[in-house]
């Protein structure tokens, strides 16, 4: 029971931490606006919640000298998928509050980078949050404000992370994978069913028209370097001449 416990509670932040991340990568694109400020800040939030509630569970489990062998090996397991993740959010936290700060909403500084992204995120930040609809009540100035509260947030998650370190101490490299490397990209599961977002990159050009143009370039390219031999050649002969 406690096994199954743990996997649905890191399988929750595993899946908030790739919602914040997929909105990080909105952030000073042309898709950058206030509500993406609140989505990031949300979910953000739950994921730091997830993470907490995550360690005091694993950290329990792991404290408990009356577990089995194979017990501990699999808590072992999970703790190294857990503090990888809480790692991952923790560099993603401090890449936000990068790209915040060089991207102000309320006083801009720069033009925001047309990516080729587009749409809304919406969808992801729900996902995230487990709602069906985004509810937006932040002020007009949560892109100044909250970038205080993030730099505060980082610290505690730099925090939360020593602690966890110093409470149990498991080797990363002591602890055995249970499925081999690359296993989820061989997986059937549909890409659709597992997508965490609706952005989509703009559709690259068919071949044919791609290939259309490289042709016409290289018999443009051909004509004028004809030209400029036969200009060459009546230039010279001229200049024989006289």
């Not at 509500?35 to 792991?62: G, P």
């Not at 000298?65 to 808590?75: F, L, P």
């Not at 599961?189 to 791609?210: A, D, F, H, L």
Request: hydrophobic share 40%; glycine share 6%.
């Amino acid at each position: 029971m406690g096994k199954d416990e743990c996997k649905t509670m890191l399988d929750a932040l595993n899946k908030v931490t790739a919602c914040y991340r997929h909105l990080v990568i909105a952030l000073g694109s042309t898709s950058d606006s206030q509500n993406l400020r609140e989505e990031l800040k949300k979910t953000r939030t739950k994921a730091q919640e997830l993470a907490v509630a995550n360690r005091t569970k694993l950290t329990s489990l792991l404290k408990d000298k009356g577990i089995s062998k194979d017990d501990r090996a699999e808590y072992e397991r999970l703790w190294v998928l857990f503090t990888s993740s809480v790692e991952l959010l923790e560099v993603d936290m401090k890449r936000s509050l990068e790209i915040g700060q060089d991207f102000p909403l309320k006083v801009p500084r720069r033009h925001l980078i047309q990516t080729g992204m587009t749409g809304s995120t919406t969808t992801v930040a729900a996902r995230a949050m487990s709602v069906q609809n985004m509810k937006y009540e932040a002020d007009a100035n949560i892109d100044t404000v909250d970038l205080k509260e993030l730099e505060t947030e980082i610290a505690q998650v730099d925090q939360m992370m020593e602690e966890m370190e110093l409470k149990v101490q498991v080797a990363p490299w002591t602890v055995e994978a249970k499925q081999e490397a690359g296993a989820e990209l061989k997986s059937t599961v549909s890409v659709g069913n597992s997508s965490v977002g609706i952005i989509s990159i703009c559709e690259e050009e068919p071949k044919e028209t791609v290939e259309g143009e490289t042709g016409l370039m290289k018999v443009f390219a051909g004509v004028i370097f004809t030209a400029v031999l036969l200009i060459a050649g009546i230039l010279g002969y001229l200049v024989i001449n006289l």
